[in-house]
């Protein structure tokens, strides 16, 4: 069974950064696509990044292009999400994903974790 555990949210100011770590158990890092999802307040998830197995080149979305990077290290089952400036925008809770990418964006098939609360101050 797939699981997914999130960790390194907090409360940050405008222009700040953190880096979300996923704890990932019970897959294979080669065979399936990793990403990371968040959740406003009131909003729909939504994808924020994902990696595709044999893919060099992780997307993004739009809002959060040359801020966000992602990042796996297979050696530990970890995948990461570091943040940099930070906006208030980017306030929710975080997601990791595990699944497949299609062109109209990332299909998580795994039980979703208990996300971690990402707080942006202006």
């Known amino acids: 069974e797939v699981q997914l555990v999130e960790s390194g949210g907090g409360l940050v100011q405008a222009g700040g950064s953190l880096r979300l770590s996923c704890a990932a158990s019970?897959?294979?890092?080669?065979?399936?696509?990793i990403g990371w999802f968040r959740q406003a307040p009131g909003k729909e998830r939504e994808g924020v990044s994902c990696?595709?197995?044999?893919?060099?080149?992780?997307v993004y979305a739009d809002s959060v292009k040359g801020r966000f990077a992602i990042s796996v290290d297979k050696s530990k089952n970890m995948v990461y999400l570091q943040m940099n400036s930070l906006k208030p925008e980017d306030t929710a809770v975080y997601y990791c994903?595990?699944?497949?990418?299609?062109?109209?964006?990332?299909?998580?098939?795994?039980?979703w974790g208990r996300g971690t609360q990402v707080t942006v101050s202006s």
């Open positions: 019970g897959f294979t890092f080669d065979v399936y696509a």
């Open positions: 990696f595709s197995s044999g893919d060099s080149s992780p």
């Open positions: 994903a595990v699944g497949t990418v299609f062109s109209t964006g990332m299909l998580n098939l795994a039980p």
